[in-house]
Nanobody, 124 residues
């Protein structure tokens, strides 16, 4: 079992920045790709970004490309999501997720472990 705990959410004005963190504990962090998803009120959960175990491969949703950066520190069992130039449409609960495979994926059903989510609210 892997436990994932997100932090770093909050309220920010449009154009501002936030950095989300996801700390993993329990079973080894090794060989697990990680991802970030989000869910806005009344909408389905959607893919935001993913990173392979090695950190070499990253993928982004078109809506965040160029503004968000995913990264990981395997020594600290932690992944990050740096969010810049935030827009009101980025408002959502952001979830950290972990795969059982080392390759990154944008498909939510390929992730075995999920955090409880952290709220990000962007005011206009």
């Amino acid at each position: 079992q892997v436990q994932l705990v997100e932090s770093g959410g909050g309220l920010v004005q449009a154009g501002g920045s936030l950095r989300l963190s996801c700390a993993a504990s329990g079973r080894t962090f090794t060989s697990k790709a990680m991802g970030w998803f989000r869910q806005a009120p009344g909408k389905e959960r959607e893919f935001v970004a993913a990173i392979s175990w090695s950190g070499i491969n990253t993928y982004y949703a078109d809506s965040v490309k160029g503004r968000f950066t995913i990264s990981r520190d395997n020594a600290k069992n932690t992944e990050y999501l740096q969010m810049n130039s935030l827009k009101p449409e980025d408002t959502a609960v952001y979830y950290c997720a972990a795969r059982l495979e080392p390759l990154a994926s944008y498909r939510s059903y390929e992730y075995a472990y999920w955090g409880q989510g952290t709220q990000v609210t962007v005011s206009s």
